[in-house]
């Protein structure tokens, strides 16, 4: 009797760890790159010599948030929702720059669509395939298509060399992340939104 029991048991077992591992495979190869940092125990070293005051202000702003880890909350006016664009909206006003919500006046942009939305009104929205090529402080825009449903994300240019570039973002498997972001193959990429001046 028992061994009636164990067979279907372990049958049961076997079928369960072959689900993960197709699952494990499945979401490393759907999800963008961006999404899996290459350094997010440190952040980058930039140089600043050549870089405008706000612009050192918000990869200062970046540096001290990534090694803080805050929770989205803090950024979001405690809030519990998606927080990548209020990352964006939170360090840009800390940076004296602030943004300005399309539809309240608000400093807090909560929503990538709405973050887009206000850069194409103010004219500083640079679209993907324009062949703009985003400077530090500048703004990324994406939209990814994962499975059955669709994500928006966005985050901040930290360096750009040729086409690769460094980014900060919030919201990224929770966290405040570093990583690398190919300017010419990323197709989840829609747009840049410009630092003003």
């Known amino acids: 009797m028992a061994e009636r029991l164990r067979r279907p048991f372990a049958a049961v077992l076997a079928a369960a760890a072959a689900l993960a591992v197709v699952v494990?495979?499945?979401?490393?190869?759907?999800?963008?790159?961006?999404?899996?940092?290459?350094?997010?125990?440190?952040?980058?070293?930039?140089?600043?010599?050549?870089?405008?005051?706000?612009?050192?202000?918000?990869?200062?702003?970046?540096?001290?948030?990534?090694?803080?880890?805050?929770?989205?909350?803090?950024?979001?006016?405690?809030?519990?929702?998606?927080?990548?664009?209020?990352?964006?909206?939170?360090?840009?006003?800390?940076?004296?720059?602030?943004?300005?919500?399309?539809?309240?006046?608000?400093?807090?942009?909560?929503?990538?669509?709405?973050?887009?939305?206000?850069?194409?009104?103010?004219?500083r929205h640079e679209p993907a395939g324009s062949g703009y090529r985003p400077a530090i402080g500048d703004v990324v825009l994406y939209h990814n298509r994962m499975g059955l449903g669709q994500r928006e994300h966005t985050n901040i240019v930290v360096a750009v060399d040729g086409d690769s570039a460094i980014t900060v973002g919030g919201n990224e498997m929770g966290r405040i992340r570093v990583h690398e972001l190919d300017l010419s193959g990323d197709d989840a990429v829609v747009g840049f939104g410009r630092l003003p001046g």
């Open 24 to 123: 494990a495979v499945l979401v490393w190869w759907i999800l963008p790159s961006r999404l899996f940092p290459w350094d997010s125990a440190s952040f980058p070293e930039i140089d600043t010599t050549a870089l405008s005051p706000t612009q050192v202000r918000i990869v200062e702003l970046l540096e001290q948030q990534h090694e803080a880890q805050h929770p989205g909350t803090y950024y979001s006016e405690g809030v519990r929702e998606p927080w990548c664009a209020d990352f964006v909206s939170w360090i840009m006003r800390e940076a004296g720059v602030p943004l300005a919500n399309p539809h309240s006046g608000h400093w807090r942009i909560p929503g990538v669509y709405t973050l887009q939305e206000y850069y194409e009104q103010v004219g």
